[in-house]
């Protein structure tokens, strides 16, 4: 009985909190527009908050973007552990709302050809100068 009554009152607690609580954070201000083609190449980690995947990682982390021909985004993820040894991952990224193409989904889970759990990946900021 009394876990039915612990049950029942953490519950009622998630039900209240979500009618009554904290209002939800204002969702970051994406860039409007991005040049795929001018994205893809490899890209060089200067900093970064580590994932719980990443902690491994201690140098050298690098993400490589190649435009597909189905318009998808092959992500390869590159770093180097602690005894030197090469850790990769291979993801696939999209755009799933055409008028938002700098909110992509990117997903490092494939299973029988469906790429599974894909997480936000939102292109916030650009260099003002252009690439030479």
């Known amino acids: 009985m009394k876990l039915v009554w ?3 009152m953490l519950m009622f607690m998630s039900f209240a909190a979500g009618v009554h609580g904290v209002a939800k954070p204002t969702p970051p ?8 083609e001018r994205y893809m190449g490899r890209w060089y980690a200067i900093a970064s908050i580590p994932t719980s995947f990443e902690r491994q990682c201690i140098q050298g982390t690098t993400a490589e973007y190649t435009l597909l021909d189905n318009g998808k985004i092959e992500v390869v993820n590159t770093c180097y552990d602690a005894r030197g040894a090469v850790d990769r991952a291979v993801g696939r990224a999209w ?10 989904k990117v997903s490092f889970v494939r299973f029988l050809g469906f790429w599974l759990f894909p997480g936000d990946y939102w292109i916030i900021d650009l260099d003002a100068i252009p690439f030479t």
């Open 6 to 8: 612990i049950v029942s």
């Open 29 to 36: 201000q994406v860039v409007p527009t991005v040049n795929v």
């Open 95 to 104: 755009i799933p709302d055409l008028s938002e193409p700098t909110k992509l």
